[in-house]
């Protein structure tokens, strides 16, 4: 099966997406096992706000996974 460039790109764009999304899933769920565990609230805080970026973050990249498909 031939694929033109286009289509590789396409496929390659879609695998690192896709790596980048489970990875900042992994971050976020650290995160919030983190908060979880802090005892200080400023931690907590902390994690808590990580991780509610991390959740942006994998907002955007299945906004991007979309637009390729």
């Known amino acids: 099966m031939q694929l033109n460039e286009m289509e590789m790109k396409k ?18 769920k650290k995160c919030q096992l983190y908060c979880e565990m802090a005892k200080d609230s400023a931690v907590k805080g902390f994690f808590k706000d990580q991780s509610k970026g991390l959740q942006d973050v994998i907002k955007h990249f299945n906004q991007e996974m979309t637009e390729l498909q």
């Open 11 to 28: 496929i390659l764009d879609q695998g690192m997406l896709t790596r980048s999304i489970i990875e900042t899933e992994t971050a976020m």
